[in-house]
């Protein structure tokens, strides 16, 4: 008889013979009786257990029966004191008499709250049914999967190698674990039947030599293992020393980046610092000459008429500006009351603006982002700078000589042989600030 309990847990029980008994009702009941219970005898000495270890350094750190596992699987309980753990797991499976038939080398994630990862589906089972042979753990070789022998290479990455080094064999924790019981395995008795005595025959040459190349397969085969899990950690160590490599070059090139930006601007401040240094030189030999050719009331005149004509420059043109300001005004609100007085086409796309409330939004310098209602969007379109411009608080030429430097910031004097300094100088972000002459200058020609 055969029963199936989960995904891949199968119970075998072996039915004894029992032989026909005639006899009355009670002695049918109390022989029906007695094959029930050899049957549940025979069924526990048959179906062997199975259990799981959690592994940690070299010993096993917890033990649970299968059923409990799967109770973890299902989510109906957690391990906080697992939580974000990569946990390293072995199934062990046992024989009637608590030897050891195969292990399951596999690897679960719990989540933060201690819960086994609900995704994980290594069918652990199916897999211990065609592991390859492993080492004799006491009840003859076993059945061994782990990452470096996995009969499906697509469940490879979900599993572990052992360690078998000495000291820490993961093996011999296992097989003192089991030998412990801790779990309280049943352990079948061996039936008690008269088997008739031999006396003892010296060995054939033959059968020794059997078992000399059985012994020697057997330790060829935990060598082949070792080596296997050997090779397995090499390349797993070699993989983490790449990445490890790949970021500290990632690094370092990054470094080594911001190390040539930064070594390229200290050259060009370096660089600029020295042609101000050295024009700073020629003003101040230039102002000692003249210093030494003009006498003191000389200079003091000399600077008094630039001051005056300088002011009466300014005043002149503030002056003008204050009248273009106010014809401009009123042509604005000329245009402003046509504006508004005029109606858009029927089925133009400024009707629709206007239906619609749609607003545009135009950006300039010195005045950044500006909200367009329908009613001025002729006056923008005629003229989009001089509409910046008032919204600046200056008429169109000045804000034109404040757009030309805040676009170009370089010196714009012209020597009598007509070429221009160039120089570049310090930007007035705002247009009210800007002093034309004097800002548009570099310190040289400011003061001269």
Known sequence: MRLDWGQGHRLAVALPLVPRIKTGRGAQSQAFEAWSSLMVEAGQAAEGHSAIFFMEGGGVARQMRLSEFGAFLDGYVGLTDLAETDVHAVLVNLGPDLGITSLVFFRIWFDDEGRADTHWNVPVESLAGKGAKGPDLGAGPIRLVCRSQCPDPDYASELWDPDMTPGSNHFQAIRKAVEANSLRFRKAEPAEEDIPTLKATPVAPEQDESGNRARVAQLLREQRLRIK????????????????????????????????????????????????????????????????????????????????????????????????????????????????????????????????????????????????????????????????????????????????????????????????????????????????????????????
């Open 229 to 448: 899990t050997l090779q397995g950690a090499h390349r797993e160590a070699m993989a983490e020393l790449q990445r490890e490599h790949r970021l500290e070059m990632q690094a370092l090139r990054g470094q080594l980046t911001d190390l040539e930006q930064k070594h390229e601007r200290l050259r060009i401040a370096n660089e600029q610092i020295k042609q101000r240094l050295s024009r700073r030189n020629e003003q101040y030999l230039a102002l000692q000459d003249k210093l030494a050719d003009d006498d003191s009331q000389g200079r003091d005149d000399a600077n008094a008429g630039a001051e005056t004509v300088l002011l009466r420059e300014q005043l002149e043109r503030k002056q003008r500006e204050l009248e273009l300001r106010e014809e401009r005004i009123q042509s604005l609100e000329s245009e402003n009351r046509d504006l508004q007085q005029q109606e858009p086409a029927e089925g133009s796309l400024l009707e629709q603006l206007r239906d619609q409330a749609v607003f545009l939004v135009a950006y300039h310098p010195g005045v950044g982002h500006i909200t367009l209602p329908y009613g001025e969007l002729d006056t923008y379109f005629a003229n989009p700078v001089a509409y910046a411009a008032e919204r600046c608080g200056l008429n169109e030429p000045a804000y034109r000589q404040w757009l030309a430097h805040y676009e170009h910031p370089v010196c714009n004097h012209v020597d009598e042989s007509g070429e221009a300094c160039a120089e570049p100088i310090l930007r007035i972000t705002q247009p009210a600030d800007f002093r034309a002459g004097g800002d548009d200058r570099c310190e040289q020609h400011q003061a001269r």
